[in-house]
């Protein structure tokens, strides 16, 4: 079976403009996170959903916004970026009724 | 606020020992504790989950946890180079699904 997708892998965009990141969770999955991690630190959580619902959210502004989709896919957007937002943004799976997390390989996002 | 420190490293460690990895957390309220690797530019790799006191073994990785101290560890035996990476410790406060993670410990096993 295939493990988590997300696209795209890098993306380079400029301070103010909007991002959109995907991500595709592994077959069965119904829940899909949402992680921030900056180099040396570990994630920051941003987001949960599960059956399209929102299920947690971190200590993330407003700009920061996610949905997930009927084939359980989620979408992570990002509206008026700033430097402080580039950073590797990852996506997990997990089954509902496991805490155990099952990570992509991750967005690379570098704002200049 | 809730946290999860680990040492930062790097932890050098020969061929062939025992490396031993360690994490605290400040809230007596959590219940599952994983053990994540990360290799360089790579995403986290689930390695180990515990959710009671004392050890588990998954192969040449052990996991114990100390509820008392609030404190987890993992021990790798028989450390081989392929073994070098970042060591990430999560918490998992109740039922909430939300990870909060330590920043990692670097390791380095030297041939």
């Known amino acids: 079976d295939a493990g988590v997708t997300q696209s795209p892998t890098h993306l380079i965009k400029t301070r103010g403009q909007q991002v959109t990141l995907r991500c595709s969770p592994i077959?069965?999955?119904?829940?899909v996170s949402w992680y921030q991690q900056v180099l040396g630190q570990g994630p920051q959580f941003i987001f949960q959903?599960?059956?399209?619902?929102?299920?947690g959210r971190g200590n993330f502004p407003d700009r920061f916004s996610a949905r997930q989709f009927p084939n359980y896919s989620s979408e992570l957007n990002v509206n008026a970026l700033l430097l402080g937002d580039s950073a590797l943004y990852l996506c997990?799976?997990?089954?509902?009724?496991?805490?155990?997390?099952?990570f992509g390989s991750g967005t690379q996002l570098s704002v200049l | 606020q809730k946290e999860v420190e680990q040492n930062s490293g790097p932890l050098s460690v020969p061929e062939g020992a025992i490396a031993s990895l360690n994490c605290t957390y400040s809230?007596?309220?959590?219940?599952?504790f994983f053990w994540y690797r990360q290799y360089s530019g790579k995403s986290p790799e689930l390695i180990m989950s515990?959710?009671s006191n004392g050890d588990k073994e998954d192969g040449r990785f052990t996991a114990q946890l100390n509820k008392a101290s609030q404190y987890v560890s993992l021990l790798i035996r028989d450390s081989q180079p392929s073994d070098s990476a970042t060591y990430l410790c999560?918490?998992?406060?109740?039922?909430?699904?939300?990870?909060?993670w330590g920043a990692g410990t670097k390791l380095i096993i030297k041939p």
């Open positions: 077959s069965g999955h119904k829940s």
């Open positions: 997990a799976s997990s089954r509902p009724e496991d805490e155990k997390l099952f």
């Open positions: 515990i959710y």
């Open positions: 999560a918490v998992n406060l109740d039922s909430n699904y939300q990870l909060i």
């Open positions: 809230d007596r309220g959590s219940q599952s």
């Open positions: 959903y599960y059956e399209k619902e929102e299920r």
